[in-house]
Nanobody, 114 residues
Framework: QVQLVESGGGLVQAGGSLRLSCAAS????????MGWYRQAPGKQRELVAA???????NYADSVKGRFTISRDNAKNTVDLQMNSVKPEDTAVYYC????????WGRGTLVTVSS
């Protein structure tokens, strides 16, 4: 089992920045991929960014060049730096960890005002 706790969500103006953090605990040695997903009202959950234990990253096209995912394997944390945010980035952001099974945090709300 892996437990994930997100922090850092909130209200931000368009063009601003926000940093999300996620701390993992439990069976952390089994975690391969960590990432961030988001779900906007009335929409399906979608991948925002992911990072492997080796540091390889993958981003949704909609956030490339604006968001940066980083991971600290020693601290078992994964962060998402969000720059130049847009109103369409408004969503609940979920931290995910993959061991072969997906584990999810409870989510943190990000609201971008225009």
């Amino acid at each position: 089992q892996v437990q994930l706790v997100e922090s850092g969500g909130g209200l931000v103006q368009a063009g601003g920045s926000l940093r999300l953090s996620c701390a993992a605990s439990g069976s952390i040695l089994r975690i391969n991929i960590m990432g961030w997903y988001r779900q906007a009202p009335g929409k399906q959950r979608e991948l925002v960014a992911a990072i492997t234990s080796g540091g390889s990253t993958n981003y949704a096209d909609s956030v490339k060049g604006r968001f940066t995912i980083s991971r600290d394997n020693a601290k078992n944390t994964v962060d998402l730096q969000m720059n130049s945010v847009k109103p369409e980035d408004t969503a609940v952001y979920y931290c995910a960890a993959v061991t072969g099974t997906y584990y999810w945090g409870r989510g943190t709300l990000v609201t971008v005002s225009s």
